[in-house]
C-alpha cells in the first residue's frame, strides 16, 4: 500500500444545506459519527463550505450562541482548502498543520469531493507507520 490520501480517506462526504441550523447540523454529525460536514453551493454560497466540531466548539459553544437560531452558513468555512487523491499523506499533515485545520476534502481533478482525510485518521496512520511498512494494524 501506497501512503497517499486516497488510501487513507474515508469516502463518505455527508453535506448539509447552510440554511439549515447548526442544531440540525449537531443532530447529522451525532447519528452518523462524524466531526465534519460539506455545507452545499447555493445560490448565496457559490463555493463549498465546511462546518466542524471545532466550528461549533469555537463559534457556538465559547461564544454562547444558540445552535437552533443559528445557520450553517453564518459559522461554516468557506472557500474549502481541499486535497488530491494522489497526495502523500505527509504532505497533507503539512497542510492541515500549516493551515491549523484538521479536516479536509479530497478533491478529484473534476472538482468533485471524493472523500475526507481528518486528523483523526492520522492516528491509524502513525499507527501503521509505526508497525512498518506502512500495513494497516488495527489491532
Known sequence: MQDLVRDWMIDLVVYIQPEKTVLEALSRMRRRYLNSLIVEKSKDNPEYGIITSTDICDKIVAQGHD???????????????????EMTIYECAKVMSQHHIHHLPVIDEKKAIVGM?????????AEALGHGDGDRLLS
Open 67 to 85: 445552535p437552533a437560531e443559528t445557520k450553517v452558513g453564518e459559522i461554516m468555512t468557506s472557500p474549502l482548502i481541499g486535497v488530491p487523491p
Open 117 to 125: 482525510i481528518s486528523a483523526t485518521d492520522f492516528l491509524v496512520v
